[in-house]
T-cell receptor
Framework: AQSVTQLGSHVSVSEGALVLLKCNYS??????LFWYVQYPNQGLQLLLK??????LVKGINGFEAEFKKSETSFHLTKPSAHMSDAAEYFC???????????FGAGTTVTVRA | GAVVSQHPSRVICKSGTSVKIECRSL??????MFWYRQFPKQSLMLMAT?????????EQGVEKDKFLINHASLTLSTLTVTSAHPEDSSFYIC?????????????FGPGTRLTVL
């Protein structure tokens, strides 16, 4: 079964600063990879996904992630943080032959004015 | 994009009662739906995979008789928490897979906050 590790349970950035959230997966075969965002008491919204196409994936709200097979990583970045980016972020992985998603522990992002 | 709804969004019940939560795919037919449980400040834990017209597949450690799942149509799956107790209080989230999509993407409902008194 796939597993995913998110480094850092909490990230604090200043408004306008770079946001970097780290995600590593365990698999010898490139899986499907996802980043989701969750606001308090809400469901999950997809930010972006990697499905074996371009390794640099652009998502909504200015986020992007790069798939690096050699590092088994799929880190999420945003060049300039906005106050509205404060939320919980989850990295998820899925085998290509299995519809289940395995989620990381999540990273809480706070944005300082 | 694909939309998934959940009802109710919040429910408070007495210990020993049963609670039903509905999950609907609004603009697509979902042959597969998933039910998750999320405790405060924690990640999502997959409880079961719901397949239309067949029995749900439960994850290890999830009580089948406690959490009844029915996927009677291509747009509706229900989770019934039977004889609920305070330890069942949690945030329950459903998701649905759009078979038209690529890459196993799941679309999530807004969640249901269950509080058992």
């Amino acid at each position: 079964a796939q597993s995913v590790t998110q480094l850092g349970s909490h990230v604090s950035v200043s408004e306008g600063a770079l946001v970097l959230l780290k995600c590593n997966y365990s698999s010898s075969v490139p899986p499907y990879l996802f980043w989701y965002v969750q606001y308090p008491n809400q469901g999950l919204q997809l930010l972006l996904k990697y499905t074996s196409a371009a390794t640099l994936v652009k998502g909504i709200n200015g986020f992007e992630a790069e798939f690096k097979k050699s590092e088994t990583s799929f880190h999420l970045t945003k060049p300039s943080a906005h106050m509205s980016d404060a939320a919980e972020y989850f990295c998820a992985v899925s085998d290509q032959g299995d519809y289940k998603l395995s989620f990381g522990a999540g990273t809480t992002v706070t944005v300082r004015a | 994009g694909a939309v998934v709804s959940q009802h109710p969004s919040r429910v408070i019940c007495k210990s020993g009662t049963s609670v039903k939560i509905e999950c609907r795919s609004l603009d697509f037919q979902a042959t597969t739906m998933f039910w998750y449980r999320q405790f405060p400040k924690q990640s999502l834990m997959l409880m079961a995979t719901s397949n239309e017209g067949s029995k749900a597949t439960y994850e290890q450690g999830v009580e089948k008789d406690k959490f009844l799942i029915n996927h009677a149509s291509l747009t509706l799956s229900t989770l019934t928490v039977t004889s609920a107790h305070p330890e069942d209080s949690s945030f329950y989230i459903c998701s649905a897979r759009d078979p038209r999509g690529r890459g196993n993407e799941q679309f999530f409902g807004p969640g249901t906050r269950l509080t058992v008194l």
